[in-house]
C-alpha cells in the first residue's frame, strides 16, 4: 500500500498533468502542523522559474474569510452587531437596508459586482468611487430569497471594518489577522517568490500571460496572496482558533449554515465560510478565483485536517474536486489515533440526580456528564451527532451552548423535599417516566 505522501503527490500530479495547469502548490494539514506539501511546474513560465511550497498565489476570494473574521472581531469587541442594516455604519450609501449578516452569507440580494464593466476595463473603484457609484448598483434579488454571491457585499463590508475599527481594512487585517496568526508569507498583493498569472489556450498548449491586478477599494472581496504553509495555519486557525485572536464560538458562528446555494444540498454558506457535503462529511473553506489564479482551502473542523490547492491557471473545473478530494484523502490517511478512554472525576453532587433517562414527547432523551459538562443526546441518535452540551446559569439553571436546541434553557424542577422531579428544556416538561402531555 502507498504512503499517504504518494497518495497525495499522485493525486497532485495527475491533476496538474490533466487540468494543463502551469504550476500547482499544494498541501495537507492536521492540528496546526502542515503534513505534507508539493508543488509541480513553473512559477514563471518564460523564465522556467520551477513553483516550491514557498510560491505565492493570488487566492482571490480565500480573502473574504479574512474579511468575515474581522466583522466578527468587531462584533465580539460590542462596536457593531451582525443585524445593522449597512446604513447604520455607512449612512452615505445606497442600498443600506442589507444586514451585514446577511451580505456575509451572500444573502442580501445586491448584484454581484460594482456597477459598470470593470472586468473589461479593469480600473476598479477605490472607497470613495465605490460608495458614489452603489446610486448605480441593484438589489437584484429581496433579502433572503436566495442565495446570490455578491463581490460587491463584500467590498462593502471591507468599508464597514475600516469605518468601524478607524483603521484602513487592509491594516487591520494586517496588524489584527496576519500578525497575529503568523501568516508572514500572506501579503496585500505580490510579495516575493510570487507565481505569475497565466492563461493556457484551450485548444493549444501555448499560454499567456495574464495581468496583475491591483484592486482599489475591493479589497474586502479579494486580494491577498498567500502560500500553502500559511493557508494550512489559517485553516488551522479557522478550525480551532486562538482566543486572543477569535472567540471559538465566533469561529463556530462562521461555520453555521446560514443559506444553501444548490437544490441538491450539497453547497451551502455560512458567515464567509463556504460549507461542501461530501457524503456524511461537510467541509469549511473557500473557494478562489482571479485572473491567472485559482485557490481552494478546504478542512473538516471536528478532525482539524484540511488541504489546500493553489495554482497559477485562469481556468481550472475540477478545482474543487481536487481540493476536496485531497481533503478527504488526508483524512483517510491521518485520521488520529483513537484515544484511549481515562475516568475522570465524579460529577458533582447537584448534577447527579440529572443524569440517565428522561422522556418528552414519547422519545427519550440521555443527561450525561463528559468532560466537566452536562449534555444530552436522544437515546436513538447515532453516536456521531453532536450532544447538546450545557453551561450552568444558576442553581437549577442551564443554557444549551452547543448541539440541538442551542440557546436554549434547561430548569430543574424539585419538590419540597429538594428531589429532581422534572425538567423543563425549551419549555417542554421531561420525565423519568413516559407521560402523556397534560
Sequence with gaps: MPAPEERFRRLV?????????P???????RGGELAWSEAVGLADVEQGVE???DTQYAVASITKTFTAASILQLRDEGKLDLDDPLAKHLPDAAHGTPTLRRMLAHASGLQREPPGEIWETLAFPDEEELLRGLEKAE????????????????SLLGVVVTRVSGTAFRDYVQSRLLGPVGLERTTWGPGERAALPYFVEPYSDAFRREPVLELGGKGGESGLYSTVGDLARWGAFLCDPDEAVLQASSAAEMHDLNVMADAAWTRGWGLGIELSRQGERVFGGHTGGYPGFLSILAYSRPDRIGAIVLTNSSNWPKLSTTGLGLAEAALEELAPEVEPWRPEQAPPAEIAPLLGRWWSEGSETIFSWRDGKLEARLADAPPEREPSVFEQEGDDRF????????????RVARDERGEVVRLYWATYPFTRTPEVFG
Excluded at 500530479?13 to 495547469?21: I, K, M, S, T
Excluded at 504550476?23 to 494539514?29: K, L, M
Design 51 to 53: 513553483a516550491s511550497a
Design 399 to 410: 443554557r444549551v451552548v452547543s448541539g440541538r436546541e442551542r440557546g436554549e434553557t434547561l
Design 23 to 29: 504550476s500547482v502548490s499544494a498541501a495537507v494539514f
Design 139 to 154: 438589489q437584484v434579488l429581496p433579502p433572503m430569497a436566495a442565495w446570490h454571491y455578491s463581490n460587491l457585499a463584500y
Design 13 to 21: 500530479l495527475e491533476a496538474q498533468r490533466a487540468g494543463r495547469l
